[in-house]
């Protein structure tokens, strides 16, 4: 019986992570309503990617920041992944 269980909870973890490399959402993305509830984690700890809020002051200045600035303040929500290569590809130059 044991032995079911593991062969059971392999071949889920094999297809959960199949559908992660097929559609580059992790599975309870799919489920309505967990997806909702999920959204009120930190991003980073569900998939390796981080958050970060881009909005500027009263100055016209940009900031980045990994928390929620105050009331008011329009922020856009940008997603970083850890996953992406981030090194430039051969014949490629860094400016």
């Given at each position: ?18 559908v ?55 922020a ?16 490629e130059?860094?400016?």
């Open positions: 019986m044991f032995k079911w269980l593991v062969v059971a909870l392999v071949v889920l973890c094999l297809a959960g992570y199949g992660y490399l097929y559609t580059g959402k992790v599975p309870w993305e799919f489920v309505p309503g967990v997806s909702d509830r999920l959204n009120e984690l930190p991003l980073n700890e569900l998939t390796g990617q981080d958050r970060v809020y881009k909005w500027r002051d009263a100055h016209g200045e940009w900031h980045y920041t990994s928390e929620l600035p105050g009331e008011g303040v329009e856009e929500v940008i997603t970083l992944d850890k996953n992406t290569n981030v090194l430039p590809g051969a014949g130059t860094n400016r």
